[in-house]
């Protein structure tokens, strides 16, 4: 069958996989737009928002209302809000695990443990750690000294806090920004 404009709804409600093809085909540019608006850096969410965006098309065609929109203005919806929706699940999937760019900033941190430099070093690498975690409080330098030198997870500091593993994460994250901007003002606002 040929699916045009005048039948491609008709189709779609009868599941006739051609009518997601011509979709594809005539809105995927407009759909792909949308999307890229949100998720703009990361190639791999955005065709899989773009997959979502197909699945709850054809899963739901009974949805649209062509007395309320008109079906370009009811993909575009459906397109912006599973973009946001792939936004927040990147931003707390972000927020849970550590990105390359903080894992650097983390090494960084780690060449001043005080036993990778040898004796000698202990007190001048102690020293920078202490200036470098200055802008923490002391509960936050405990989590950090916790996590990230004695290599404890959430999970253990949780126990031996008595803390909620999100709100670890959140003052962990917290605690790095604070330091990235620390290490920008040390360095004159530029970090390698």
Not at 3 to 22: C, G, M, Q, T, V
Not at 83 to 105: H, N, T, W
Not at 111 to 125: L, R, T, V
Request: net charge negative; charged share 35%; with cysteine.
């Amino acid at each position: 069958m040929d699916i045009n404009h005048d039948n491609f709804f008709a189709e779609l409600r009868r599941k006739n996989p051609e009518s997601i093809e011509f979709i594809v085909h005539e809105y995927g540019s407009l759909i792909k737009s949308v999307i890229y608006k949100y998720l703009y850096s990361d190639k791999e969410a955005l065709d899989e928002c773009f997959n979502d965006i197909l699945l709850a098309i054809w899963n739901n065609p009974d949805k649209f209302d062509d007395k309320k929109s008109n079906f370009k203005n009811w993909i575009c919806a459906i397109a912006k809000y599973r973009a946001i929706d792939a936004l927040r699940r990147e931003k707390k999937r972000s927020e849970r695990f550590v990105s390359i760019g903080d894992q650097q900033d983390i090494d960084w941190l780690n060449g001043f443990h005080p036993f990778d430099s040898g004796m000698d070093g202990i007190d001048e690498s102690t020293g920078e750690l202490e200036k470098l975690l200055s802008c923490l409080s002391e509960e936050d330098k405990d989590l950090f000294f916790r996590r990230y030198m004695e290599d404890q997870s959430i999970e253990e500091i949780s126990q031996a806090k008595n803390m909620k593993p999100d709100l670890i994460y959140s003052r962990i994250s917290r605690g790095k920004k604070k330091i990235k901007n620390q290490m920008k003002c040390q360095s004159g606002g530029v970090i390698k």
